[in-house]
């Protein structure tokens, strides 16, 4: 099994500056990586696949980079609803599909 | 516009089961592959399983192998998780995914349902 590990577990950023947050794959996952946010009390919405193309619908200041075993996720200026749990999620080799235990993304 | 509309709240008693239901609409419900992801309160994501719902195959995740069913209703565009010999620790919300084509990631949810396992 794939094991995803995020960094930082909680990022306190202010609006308006740029966000970075990592996620290591504990081995290869090509480029077969996911992010997704999560707001209090819903589902998931997919932001980026394919470990840099985003989602239909979601702003330009979202970019996801990386291959193999390093990702990024940057936020390059960041509104107030941005605010939130990310997660990554690697679909390279499975079963299992297998999660990041998310950062949190507060307002400093 | 693509919906995936859950079944309500469950209550259930340690070693019942449940069964989860999902309803797909707003495109072909036999060309994408759907998944199942679950929350435990203040927790992560954890994936269960995948149905094929053109031919019904299936492949779970092994800490859930002998306990869970997913299945599918073609006619009426509906896939289904049943867990049994449910604990506490079943506590969660679970959610249905559609998988992007050609993409293990999940372009549309479910709402999400959440199975309370409480005696």
């Known amino acids: 099994e794939i094991v995803m590990t995020q960094s930082p577990a909680t990022l306190s950023v202010s609006p308006g500056e740029k966000a970075t947050l990592s996620c290591r794959a504990s081995?290869?996952?090509?480029?077969?990586l996911a992010w997704y946010q999560q707001k209090p009390g819903q589902a998931p919405r997919l932001l980026i696949y394919?470990?840099?193309t985003r989602a239909t619908g979601i702003p330009a200041r979202f970019s996801g980079s990386g291959s193999g075993t390093e990702f990024s996720l940057t936020i390059s200026s960041l509104q107030s609803e941005d605010f939130a749990v990310y997660y990554c999620?690697?679909?390279?080799?499975?079963?299992?599909?297998?999660f990041g235990q998310g950062t949190r993304l507060e307002i400093k | 516009q693509v919906q995936l509309v859950q079944s309500g709240a469950e209550v259930k008693k340690p070693g019942a089961s449940v069964k989860v239901s999902c309803k797909a609409s707003?495109?072909?419900?036999?060309?994408?592959?759907m998944h199942w992801v679950r929350q435990a309160p203040g927790q992560g994501l954890e994936w269960m399983g995948i149905?094929?719902?053109?031919?019904?195959?299936?492949s779970y995740a092994q800490r859930y192998q002998g306990r869970v069913t997913m299945t599918r209703d073609t006619s009426t565009s509906t896939v289904y998780m049943e867990l049994s010999s449910l604990r506490s620790e079943d506590t969660a919300v679970y959610y249905c995914?559609?998988?992007?084509?050609?993409?293990?990631?999940?372009?549309?949810w479910g709402q999400g349902t959440l199975v309370t396992v409480s005696s």
């Open positions: 149905i094929n719902p053109s031919g019904g195959s299936t």
């Open positions: 707003g495109y072909t419900f036999t060309s994408y592959y």
């Open positions: 995914a559609r998988a992007l084509q050609y993409s293990g990631s999940y372009d549309y």
């Open positions: 081995q290869s996952v090509s480029s077969n």
């Open positions: 999620q690697q679909y390279n080799n499975w079963p299992p599909i297998t």
């Open positions: 394919g470990a840099s």
